[in-house]
């Protein structure tokens, strides 16, 4: 995975700030289970700032592209704003309640800034698990060879 790191991070960073833009989050509802008619239709679901995750067994999932929070089992009526801000109430993006042209560039440059920090947290954790497995394996195959 981290055999190239700089190619890795590069990747993983775009793939994160690229839901930053509404039209990507909206891209992603191919399969959402409401028409436009309803309240919890994909336009709303990605101004909101979801991005589609369904399955077959679970078709209505979905996650904040900001805070990660998953959530599922929606309803027709649902408000996607109140129940982002209601499952996440320390969401930045949820706590803005604001479509995307509505962003102030200086807020949306700060949710940038946040999202990158978030998204080297997590980067960075999963670095340390692989060195952490990597170090494990290491040290297995040095035991295995001065036990011989």
């Not at 989050?25 to 700032?49: H, I, S, Y």
């Not at 499952?87 to 706590?95: G, I, Q, R, V």
Request: aromatic fraction near 12%; proline fraction near 3%.
């Amino acid at each position: 995975m981290f055999e190239n790191s700089n190619l890795h991070l590069e990747v993983f960073v775009k793939e994160s700030l690229q839901y930053l833009n509404e039209e990507n989050r909206r891209k992603t509802f191919k399969k959402w289970v409401f028409t436009k008619k309803e309240v919890c239709n994909a336009d709303k679901m990605a101004e909101a700032g979801f991005i589609y995750t369904g399955t077959k067994q679970e078709p209505d999932s979905v996650k904040c592209f900001f805070c990660a929070k998953p959530l599922d089992g929606w309803e027709a009526t649902d408000d996607p704003w109140k129940e982002h801000l209601s499952h996440a109430p320390n969401c930045s993006f949820a706590k803005l309640q604001q479509q995307q042209d509505n962003i102030t560039m200086e807020t949306f440059l700060d949710l940038r800034e946040e999202l990158l920090y978030r998204t080297m947290d997590i980067y960075m954790d999963a670095l340390r698990d692989y060195a952490e497995k990597a170090g494990k394996a290491m040290f297995k195959d040095i035991c295995r060879i001065l036990d011989k």
